[in-house]
């Protein structure tokens, strides 16, 4: 079956194609995902939601770890429908969808155990602190991704993002190794980046005190809303008017704000790495809201562990 030819494929180039990334550091979760796995069955049986570990009986297609761990990130980085999904491996698309269903928090439990998941929440600055502590400089950006069109028209009007599409948005934190430090909760698209980021941070707080902020034009007047060490911002082209017909940045601005994005480019690169896999660069079918957490999430955090 389609394990079966992707255990044989050497070049990583196809193989990061299948999986989002390199064949050896596929082999080293494998341990970490096995580990995650035999935990969360333990606390299951511990719980009183199953009598024991399954041990004999039928094994299916996914009859190992490997196996396993390769079925959720091709899903994952190809992003497939179940029906696709299932005649790939063997079953059914509802089998698909439970066996995904049930390895995506396994995947959590081991990204988590490696320290490369971002923070999804942070109530106060101190604890912001922490986490950003050895980093002089971040950058904040809003990540966005289509989804279908709600039926509800209440719910279109929220998830409408005015491109022509409706989506669902969150926040990047990235430093400037291209890690992502913190993503935020997931709300409709037509959120503005900095209505969120206010949201998120309460202005007034010493939330970035400590640390360089860099932001587009996307989080004008977050200079006038919070302290921080420095916050870098574009210089923004005034407005037409009658005493200003051609209104035009001075060369010497114009200059300030491109050597501000070529340094400020590493969170889109961050946020390219998340879009690597499928599942957040098409449009998102699912409906269920754990599933939407667990792409934004596992996109993150996988991309983390491919450049620790």
């Known amino acids: 079956m389609i394990y079966d030819k992707f255990s044989q494929i050497t070049d990583d180039r196809i193989v990061e194609s299948l999986i989002g990334m390199p064949k050896a550091k596929f082999t080293a979760l494998v341990k970490v995902f096995e580990s995650a796995a035999q935990a969360i069955d333990r606390e299951r049986v ?35 429908t179940f029906d696709v999904l299932g005649f790939h491996f063997g079953f059914s698309g509802g089998h698909a969808h439970a066996h995904i269903d049930r390895l995506l928090p396994v ?9 490369v998941m971002p923070e999804r929440t942070l109530t106060t600055p101190e604890e912001f602190s922490q986490l950003i502590d050895q980093y002089k400089n971040i950058a904040i950006e809003g990540v966005e991704v289509a989804c279908v069109r709600p039926q509800d028209e209440t719910e279109q009007e929220k998830h409408y993002s005015g491109k022509k599409r409706h989506t669902l948005k969150s926040l990047v934190i990235s430093d400037f190794n291209r890690r992502i430090l913190f993503l935020c909760c997931i709300v409709a698209g037509s959120v503005h980046d900095y209505t969120l980021m206010k949201d998120v941070f309460t202005p007034g707080s010493a ?9 587009d034009l996307g989080f004008l007047d977050a200079d006038k809303d919070y302290q921080s060490t420095q916050i870098y911002l574009p210089h923004k082209k005034p407005r037409k008017s009658k005493k200003n017909p051609n209104p035009t940045l001075t060369p010497e ?19 390219g790495g998340m879009k ?8 998102i079918r699912n409906h269920l809201g754990h599933f939407v957490d667990y792409f934004f999430s596992l996109s993150a955090g996988l991309w983390n562990y491919k450049i620790c």
């Open 46 to 80: 511990e719980k009183g939601e199953i009598k024991h570990v399954k041990q004999g009986g039928p094994k299916g297609y996914l009859d190992s770890y490997e196996k396993k761990l390769f079925f959720v990130l091709y899903y994952l980085k190809t992003y497939p």
């Open 107 to 115: 995947l959590v439990r081991a990204l988590t155990s490696l320290n």
């Open 207 to 215: 939330w970035f005190e400590k640390v360089n902020l860099w932001l």
């Open 253 to 271: 601005q114009k200059k300030q704000n491109r050597k501000q994005a070529a340094t400020r480019v590493i969170v889109e690169h961050a946020i």
């Open 276 to 283: 690597f896999f499928h599942c957040m660069m098409h449009r």
